[in-house]
T-cell receptor, first 116, second 113 residues
Framework: DAGVTQSPTHLIKTRGQHVTLRCSPI?????VSWYQQVLGQGPQFIFQ???????GRGNFPDRFSARQFPNYSSELNVNALLLGDSALYLC???????????????FGEGSRLTVL | AQSVTQLGSHVSVSEGALVLLRCNYS??????LFWYVQYPNQGLQLLLK??????LVKGINGFEAEFKKSETSFHLTKPSAHMSDAAEYFC???????????FGTGTRLLVSP
């Protein structure tokens, strides 16, 4: 079975541009979360979506937005890119809003964004 | 606010030696605690989790961790390191279940022959 898939795997943007990152959860998983991992640091929580509704938001500016589609896939959008947005963006899925019976988030390999 | 502190950004051990990675947490309520491993250019994989059941938690690949409330610690151990254990390890805490994790800054484990 396919795991969490993210696209694109790598991308380069310039300051002020907009970026859209995509995530397909494991089949049957209804919750998707997004994390930002800056080089040398641990991941930071950005958003959680469950059944197409936002269930949680981290301490990120309004330039960051996300949505979840009826097939439970998700997009993360970042507007007006800054140099500091350069990071690995990780998507994680789980069966339900609380991690499912195993209490586990399943992470994708991430999208590495470089802002020049 | 909840947080975790991982002592030591790098830990070096010899193959076959004991692995000890330290994690201390801060939480206003009984926490959920996790250890994740990240191999180069990969996402995170759950090693083990504490959810207020047994204080000694066994995970995958021979790792285990002990929850010590009096010390607010959740250190990760493995009796005998293997070369394949070389990776970045992250401790994480959550007060709301298995989502919205707060991660530490990570510890890179280096294993020498």
């Amino acid at each position: 079975d396919a795991g969490v898939t993210q696209s694109p795997t790598h991308l380069i943007k310039t300051r002020g541009q907009h970026v859209t990152l995509r995530c397909s959860p494991i089949s049957g998983h209804k919750s998707v979360s997004w994390y930002q991992q800056v080089l040398g640091q641990g991941p930071q929580f950005i958003f959680q979506y469950y059944e197409k509704e936002e269930r949680g938001r981290g301490n990120f500016p309004d330039r960051f937005s996300a949505r979840q589609f009826p097939n439970y896939s998700s997009e993360l959008n970042v507007n007006a890119l800054l140099l500091g947005d350069s990071a690995l963006y990780l998507c994680a899925s789980s069966l339900d809003a609380y991690g499912g019976s195993t209490g586990e988030l399943f992470f994708g390999e991430g999208s590495r964004l470089t802002v020049l | 606010a909840q947080s975790v502190t991982q002592l030591g950004s790098h830990v070096s051990v010899s193959e076959g030696a004991l692995v000890l990675l330290r994690c201390n947490y801060s939480s206003s309520v009984p926490p959920y605690l996790f250890w994740y491993v990240q191999y180069p250019n990969q996402g995170l994989q759950l090693l083990l989790k504490y959810t207020s059941a047994a204080t000694l938690v066994k995970g995958i690949n021979g790792f285990e961790a002990e929850f010590k409330k009096s010390e607010t610690s959740f250190h990760l151990t493995k009796p005998s390191a293997h070369m394949s254990d070389a990776a970045e390890y992250f401790c994480a805490v959550s007060e709301s279940g298995f989502q919205k994790l707060v991660f530490g800054t990570g510890t890179r484990l280096l294993v020498s022959p």
